[in-house]
Each structure stands twice: as structure tokens, then as C-alpha cells.
């Protein structure tokens, strides 16, 4: 028998919508329209920024160099070329998803795994902050008056996303398409009249603009281009996103996966070269205060013409639908993590609408956190946010270097499964095995530089906080590891017999609910006596008078003293002498519970079963059971049934 779905009206449902059933899970994939919009957002976002990043590096050496931000893009794309073609092959040799993470455990060893894992859950982290932040930077461009605010802001924005993908991959999907092809249509619209205007030759500048001043120049090298590609490679932020949730979308997955990230890298192309050349023929400065898009958009379209307004207002949707790619993978990665026992199980459980509910609140809140920190200032949120990008590029295309070795010793015709991805031969495997390989060289050089460049900067966090969730990652797994050996050793099982049982029932008051509690006591068929914690001595000598009024000979009362006013003190102390007497024992602990309908009131009353079991939890022969009585309201006659629960 099914049970019914509460239809009935609540918060939960308004914000959330209704639950749905387990067997649900597989209509809930995505096209690839709609995955375009959901893992893409973020790498057809970092445009938005990856200007600025490339610009603020140039601007050391002079105005001068600043003409180097377009070869600077070419080789980008160069870059994101090699990415795809690698995470498109990676798509198809793991079809269950994870990317890195997969990868690296399956070729590198479960070291480089976890630091893949952590590198690309520290990433989706700074993702959602750099993405929301560089969106509230958008506003306060065009709203310098809101600029205080621009922290509120982001937490609100935070708030949102969390909100809508709490509501499951399909409905954020479905929110999110339209901002994204919003913004896709505004920007391929900005470059195509920009481009028109400059063969037309009405193209215009850029004036009042508030640049970035440095009182001593710097040689232009090759360590300062290197800076400035690296600063542009942030466009290249997400590109890994889709091999992460390839479960997410329709049948076939692979071949959806690998012609969604084809159209994703196509459209970064464009985007970055385009504005690129238009930020170079405009003249775009570098500055704190207005970013690089936005003087784009005031030289092509004019400062007070609509088109600005929504040039800005699609890349403000845009950046913050840019954190929905960190709310699709990160919950993923969290759950491969935990199901292989690297982190708490909690974040295998789906929730309501059949998403990883404890991994999207976990990211919002430490995204929300680190939004805090930074003041919502991206220039100061990147540096922490590339590093680990870019370790798990590299992890990614090292894994796979060794992969296609393996595939190159594999005989024409045979197969081997590992962890549920085929591996066969490849007679092409020499040439993927060079992509791969120039990836990985790449990006390490990438990761190496930002390390270097950002390190006082705040990137000496990312070099710490990865070893060290690292270390916690296995910390958790030799955890779960110890515990699992433990209870799987028949040797120290408990022998199967009966033990005797002393039942306490705990008193706070003498009224209906002890009543109730009470009646269940006896319907148990053992004797059993009652336990007051006298924790104020006037009301204790009342509950004494009452006992002996309406309950009688029935049962002894106990009353336990308690002058440092400790519930749970004097209860373990008297339970822990009752198991001392009673070697083969068990402790049965029955505690009432007074139950309301609504939860503002459910706060005004003492909630001590909680408490009671964490307090006792250290006694293993001590079990407590809470009865619930619930509360009627009098005025409309509603009221739930009265419950048991043991834990």
C-alpha cells in the first residue's frame, strides 16, 4: 500500500513543492536544452569576468599592454579546445558521472582521488560566492548608490538558488533556462553590433572610467603574461561540470552529456573572442568599479539606451545562475564521496523532491559564509576560487593519460570493467593519450602560476584547506571503516537471550500526558517505577503530593535531587547505579512528550527526549522510549493521534 503525499497547505510545499516517491527518480532528467542551462551557466558566465582578470594583470606593465588581452584570449580557447575534447572522451569512458573525482580514482590511486574530490568540492564552494558576488558587482555597476549593500544582496541571491534547487533538477532547470538563453541572446547580440559598428566604423570608447592606477610600472615578461593567461582561464571555470552529471540527463546520457558540452565550449569560443576584440577596440580599463562588461556594453549600445540596462540585467541572471551548476554537481560529488565512505552518509539521502537536500544546504551555507568573509569582493574570492579548478583539471587529464596506457597494452576486441565503466582497446589511444597529456602539462602550469601570483593574496587558503579536507576525508573513511569491522565480527556479537529489564518512568508533572504515559507502562506487562528529578524542591514536594492523590500505591516515586539544577545528570548517575547492580540488564527509560500542533508552540515547552538520549547514549544497556501525547486545540477540534517512539 502507497502512502499518500500530504496535499495539504504548508510552507514546505509553497517553497519546496510536494514530495516525490523514490520510483520518481528516473523521470527526472533533463534534456539537453535544459542542461545546457543547468551545468553551463557557469563557464558561459565567467566571460563576465575573465576580461577584467586578464586586464587587471596587463595594466601592470601600461596601457600598452593591454593590447595583449586578445592573443591572451586566443590561446584560451586554444585551451578549452583540449579540455573538451579530453572531459568529452571522459564522458563516454564514465557514464556514471563524477569526472575527476572517477577519473583519478580509477587510474591515480584513492590519494589523488580525494585530492581531486576536494579540489573540485572546494571549487563548487567558491563557484557559488564568485558567481553571486561578481552578479551583485553587476548591480552596483549600474547602481553605484547600492554598492554598501552589495553584500545583502548576494546573500539574498544566495538564498534564492538554494530555494529554487531544493525544488529538484527539473524545476531548477526550468527557472534557470530562461535567464541563461537570456543572456545568450544579449551577448550574441552585443558582439553582433559591435562588430557592425566597428566595419562601419561607429564604434565608440570608452570615457569615465575610474581605472586601476599603479604608481611604478612593471616589465612586461613572460611570468606577467603567464599571470594574465591564467587570470583569463577563469573563462574556463565549469568546463567539467557536465562530466560530472551525466546521470542527470535523458537516455542516451553519454551522447547528451558530450553534445551539451560541444555546445557549451562553441559558445564560450565565441563569447570570449568577441569580447575580447570589442574590449580592445573600446579601449575597456581595468577598474574596481565598473567592470569590463559593463563598458562594453556602454560603448556599443550608449549609457542610457535599454539595451544596456538589459545587457547588465542578463549578466547580473546570469552570474548568479551561474552558482545552479555548483547546486547540480556539488550534491553529486558530495554523494559519490559519502557512498564510497569518504563523507558523512547524510549526504547520500535524498530529499523531498529526490535531490541531495543535506549537500545544497551544506554549500549554501559555507558559500554564504566565505560572501561574509570576502565582503562579496570577487577580485578577492578568485584567487582561492581557480587553484582548485585547475588542480582537478589536471588531476582529470593525468587520469586519463594513464588510462589510454592501459588501453594501449589491451589486446584489439577486449574489454575490462572497473567500477562500472568499460574500458577497450583504442587503436587511436596514442593521439588521445597527447591531448591529454598537453592538458595536463597546461594546467598545471596554470595552477602553478596562480599559486605563486595569489598566494598572499588569499590562495594560501586553498593550499591548506585541500590537505587538509584531504586528511578529514580519510579520517571519516578509516571511521566508517572501524565501525563496519566492528560489527561485522560474529565472534563479538552479543548471544541471543533474554535479559532482564528494569522500566523507569520519567515524571516532570502529574497530569493527562503521565497519565497516558503511564497507561503504556503497564500495557508492557512489567513492573516499573516512577522518577522525578527534583530540580526545584517546592515544585517537587507538589508532584510528590499529586502522585500520592491520583496515582496512589499504584507505583513507587522516586525523587532523584539535583542541586546544580541538571536534568540529565542525576538520570544518568541513578541508571548508570542501576546497571552497575543488574550486570546482564537493561535500563527501559519511558519519557513523555507533549506534542503540538503547531511549531511556535512546540518551542514554548520543555522538549527533553532529545536531550535525554544524547545524555545516555554513552550506557549501552540503557534504551529510552518517548510517548507522545498530543495537545487538542479546543476551538476547531483538531488534533493529530498520539505516537510511540523508541530509540
Not at 586586464?55 to 584570449?73: E, F, N, T
Not at 507538589?542 to 502522585?547: I, M, N, P
Amino acid at each position: 500500500m502507497t502512502a499518500k503525499t500530504s496535499r495539504h497547505f504548508s510552507l514546505a510545499n509553497l517553497l519546496f513543492g510536494l514530495p516525490l516517491r523514490t520510483a520518481d527518480i528516473p523521470h527526472q532528467t533533463i534534456s539537453k536544452k535544459i542542461g545546457l542551462a543547468v551545468f553551463a551557466s557557469d563557464a558561459l558566465s565567467s566571460s563576465a569576468y575573465a576580461i577584467d582578470e586578464i586586464l587587471i594583470v596587463l595594466i601592470l606593465a601600461g596601457a600598452g599592454a593591454l593590447g595583449l588581452s586578445l592573443p591572451i584570449a586566443l590561446a584560451i580557447i586554444v585551451l578549452l579546445v583540449i579540455l573538451t575534447l579530453s572531459y568529452e572522451q571522459t564522458i563516454h569512458a564514465y557514464p556514471g558521472g563524477g569526472g575527476a573525482y572517477i577519473v583519478a580514482r580509477d587510474n591515480l590511486g584513492e590519494a589523488p582521488a580525494q585530492t581531486a574530490g576536494a579540489a573540485l568540492l572546494t571549487d563548487y564552494i567558491l563557484t557559488v560566492a564568485v558567481s553571486i558576488s561578481s552578479g551583485a558587482a553587476q548591480i552596483t555597476s549600474a547602481f553605484p548608490e547600492l554598492y554598501p549593500w552589495r553584500t545583502s544582496i548576494a546573500l539574498v541571491f544566495v538564498a534564492f538558488v538554494t530555494i529554487v534547487n531544493l525544488r529538484g533538477v527539473r524545476e531548477s532547470g526550468r527557472v534557470f533556462a530562461i535567464p541563461t538563453y537570456f543572456f545568450l541572446g544579449m551577448v550574441v547580440l552585443t558582439i553582433g553590433i559591435g562588430f557592425f559598428r566597428y566595419f562601419a566604423g561607429t564604434l565608440g570608447s570608452v570615457t569615465g572610467v575610474e581605472a586601476i592606477h599603479h604608481e611604478s610600472l612593471q616589465a612586461l615578461t613572460l611570468f606577467l603574461v603567464l599571470r594574465a593567461f591564467s587570470g583569463g582561464c577563469t573563462a574556463l571555470t565549469g568546463v567539467e561540470a557536465i562530466s560530472n552529471g551525466i546521470t542527470a540527463f535523458k537516455e542516451p546520457r553519454s551522447r547528451n552529456a558530450g553534445i551539451t558540452l560541444m555546445w557549451m565550449s562553441g559558445i564560450i569560443a565565441v563569447n570570449l573572442f568577441g569580447l575580447t576584440f570589442l574590449a580592445n577596440q573600446v579601449g575597456v580599463l581595468p577598474s574596481h568599479v565598473e567592470t569590463g562588461f559593463s563598458q562594453i556594453g556602454r560603448a556599443v549600445y550608449g549609457e542610457a539606451s535599454p539595451l544596456y540596462l538589459m545587457l547588465l540585467g542578463a549578466t547580473t541572471l546570469i552570474l548568479v545562475m551561474a552558482a545552479n551548476t555548483s547546486y547540480a554537481d556539488f550534491p553529486r560529488l558530495g554523494a559519490l564521496h559519502a557512498g564510497d565512505g569518504f563523507l558523512p552518509k547524510q549526504l547520500t539521502w535524498r530529499g523531498r523532491r529526490l535531490v541531495f537536500s543535506w549537500g545544497i544546504v551544506t554549500l549554501a551555507g559555507v558559500a554564504s559564509l566565505l560572501i561574509v568573509i570576502f565582503n562579496s569582493e570577487t577580485t578577492r574570492l578568485i584567487p582561492l576560487y581557480a587553484i582548485g579548478v585547475f588542480l582537478s583539471f589536471t588531476m582529470s587529464q593525468t587520469g586519463m593519460v594513464v588510462r589510454w596506457h592501459r588501453v594501449g597494452k589491451m589486446k584489439p576486441g577486449e574489454e575490462l570493467e572497473v567500477h562500472g565503466a568499460i574500458m577497450r582497446f583504442d587503436p587511436r589511444w596514442r593521439a588521445k593519450q597527447i591531448v591529454n597529456g598537453i592538458g595536463a602539462l597546461v594546467t598545471f602550469v596554470v595552477m602553478i602560476v596562480f599559486a605563486i601570483t595569489k598566494f598572499a593574496d588569499g590562495a594560501w587558503i586553498v593550499v591548506i584547506v585541500i590537505p587538509a579536507l584531504v586528511y578529514t576525508f580519510f579520517r571519516i573513511h578509516h571511521h566508517y571503516g572501524s565501525v563496519a569491522q566492528i560489527l561485522s565480527q560474529g565472534s563479538r556479537w552479543p548471544n541471543i537471550r533474554q535479559h532482564p529489564v528494569k522500566t523507569l518512568v520519567l515524571v516532570d508533572d502529574v497530569h493527562a500526558g503521565t497519565i497516558h504515559t503511564i497507561n503504556f507502562a503497564k500495557s508492557l506487562g512489567v513492573p516499573w517505577t516512577a522518577v522525578h528529578v527534583a530540580i526545584d524542591p517546592a515544585k517537587a514536594e507538589q508532584v510528590r503530593q499529586k502522585w500520592q492523590e491520583r496515582i496512589g500505591n499504584e507505583a513507587h516515586l522516586t525523587l532523584l535531587p539535583s542541586p546544580y539544577r541538571s536534568l540529565t545528570d542525576p538520570i544518568h548517575a541513578y541508571v548508570e547505579k542501576l546497571l552497575e547492580d543488574m550486570p546482564n540488564g537493561f535500563i527501559h527509560i519511558i519519557v513523555g512528550h507533549l506534542v503540538m500542533d503547531k511549531l511556535r508552540e512546540q518551542a514554548l515547552h520543555q522538549n527533553a527526549a532529545l536531550v535525554l538520549n544524547l545524555a545516555l547514549q554513552d550506557l549501552d544497556r540503557a534504551t529510552v522510549t518517548t510517548v507522545s501525547y498530543r495537545i487538542v486545540d479546543r476551538e476547531n477540534g483538531k488534533g493529530r493521534k498520539r505516537g510511540i517512539s523508541v530509540t
